[in-house]
């Protein structure tokens, strides 16, 4: 089998997410969780399926930004769909400015996606109460928006609906009319919080009596489980300060922690990294009920620094997958001539990679950038290298103080400097028998500023 070049690299496409319900994508999964120590999504799925539609649950869900959360939500959203859930799937980043992010933002976004997805299948609600709240935040920001327009509803065609008839079938377009609107302007974002923070009680009130009461009901007439609403991407919002000595993510997972799992339907939220290892922890747990589920980054080496096998044959496997999809797992090792110069070279960037596949992908796409496969020992050398620059320049000589001294201890602390480095993938979390250990970045590793400043930790 000859590889084709052109699929070989939109397949190697960093930016791509698998989305698993898609037969064509679900050919280049590589289940990770027999070497990252547990199968939390499977847990996550658990809860949910054991709970049913009998009582609500929130769920928390972290992990390195490009370690493969989003491809195992959606593989999550695959499997409640098999069992009988209507999933709600989306990436809150579409709706919300992550430097800027409230409740109430994160409220409307998940009931807009919502209403979208149950109109999709043919339940079209009538949130009367919620209509007259935007109406409200309409007047205030004097915008020309109504609540009217066109839908595609299935089995009737395209329908036109207006504020005073079916406004039902419109209702999402105005709530994304209204945040489009704030989302580019922070002066109309901060107005429309001014209305919209006090009434937070009554907003979550008006959409589960509304919303997902109604919608909860139409669908177990279908023979549903149940609903599930899957936030992704609020692991991305900013960590700036949000209130006096308050983070964002402390505020909003926090401070605002109890409103966020208000909601009566199955809610799982991802939430950053620096989260889980801040001072924070303990009431973040108590505000949810639930310890957050965080997916470690896959291991190529041991805590000891010897390379870690399991680990490394599965990241090989996921370069030969994109190359090979349709082969089968010795077959790809056969073709491995076609996309590498030899093994080694192969084994070069898995390593270089510390076990983040969005790294792994993103050199393999540098090399195809710079030449067609096979990819040669040099190449890989060339973005290597410049990967390892791109890293090095941010960092001051007070951070690399802090992360050789994580490095040494294999742990972190809560404070921020600690957190900066995981956020900023200095350092990548594992987890083996032992539990949770952390290693530098191997690209950092390799630097002359690393390796004499390790010489004189050693002495």
């Known amino acids: 089998m000859t590889l084709d070049q052109i699929q070989f690299f939109r397949a190697c496409n960093p930016s791509r997410t698998l989305n698993f319900s898609k037969p064509d994508d679900r050919r280049y999964y590589i289940d990770f969780a027999g070497v990252r120590g547990s199968d939390v999504v499977r847990e996550l799925g658990r809860t949910i399926a054991l709970l049913g539609g009998e009582q609500p649950s929130c769920q928390l869900f972290a992990g390195h930004i490009g370690c493969g959360k989003s491809t195992e939500l959606l593989r999550l959203k695959a499997n409640l769909e098999e069992q009988g859930f209507h999933v709600v799937y989306f990436e809150s980043s579409e709706d919300l400015d992550m430097a800027d992010v409230d409740v109430s933002d994160i409220l409307l976004a998940i009931a807009r996606q919502v209403m979208e997805s149950l109109a999709a299948i043919g339940i079209d609600l009538q949130p009367r109460g919620f209509k007259a709240l935007l109406q409200g935040a309409m007047d205030l920001l004097q915008t020309p928006i109504e609540l009217s327009g066109e839908a595609v509803v299935p089995g009737m065609g ?3 609906g ?11 377009g105005g709530i994304a009319k209204i945040t ?10 901060a107005l429309l919080r001014q209305y919209l923070e006090p009434r937070t009680n009554g907003i979550l009130e008006t959409i589960d009596r509304e919303l997902l009461a109604p919608a909860i009901a139409r669908l177990r007439q279908r023979g549903k489980a149940g609903l599930v609403a899957i936030v992704d991407n609020l692991d991305r919002v900013d960590n700036t300060t949000k209130s006096p000595g308050r983070t964002q993510p402390e505020y909003l997972f926090v401070d605002r922690g109890e409103q966020l799992k208000k909601l009566n339907c199955h809610l799982v939220y991802t939430i950053p990294l620096a989260l889980i290892f801040s001072n924070d922890l303990a009431r973040l ?3 949810f009920g639930v310890k957050p589920k965080i997916l470690p980054t896959i291991p190529v080496f041991r805590r000891d620094g010897t390379e870690y096998a399991p680990g490394m044959e599965l990241l090989r496997q996921m370069i030969l997958t994109r190359a090979f999809p349709d082969r089968d797992r010795e077959a790809q090792m056969a073709q491995l001539s076609q996309v590498f110069e030899d093994r080694e070279t192969c084994d070069r960037l898995c390593r270089a990679s510390g076990g983040h596949v969005r790294n792994l992908l993103g050199l393999v796409y540098g090399c195809i950038q710079k030449e067609d496969a096979p990819i040669s020992r040099q190449t ?9 620059d791109d890293l090095i320049s941010p960092l001051s000589d007070d951070e690399w103080e802090l992360l ?3 490095v040494k201890q294999q742990s972190v602390r809560g404070d921020e400097d600690y957190q900066l480095l995981l956020r900023s993938m200095f ?5 083996d028998e032992e539990g949770r250990w952390f290693g530098i970045n191997p690209i950092l590793a390799e630097s002359e500023k690393y390796k004499l400043m390790w010489r004189s930790y050693g002495d």
């Open 162 to 172: 207006s504020s005073e008839g079916d406004f039902a079938y419109s209702l999402p």
């Open 285 to 287: 747990v108590s505000r």
């Open 180 to 189: 489009a609107k704030t989302k580019d302007s922070p002066k109309l974002r």
């Open 380 to 388: 890989v050398e060339t973005v290597v290298k410049e990967a390892r």
């Open 427 to 431: 350092l990548f979390e594992y987890r």
């Open 158 to 160: 395209t329908i036109s």
């Open 404 to 406: 050789m001294r994580a």
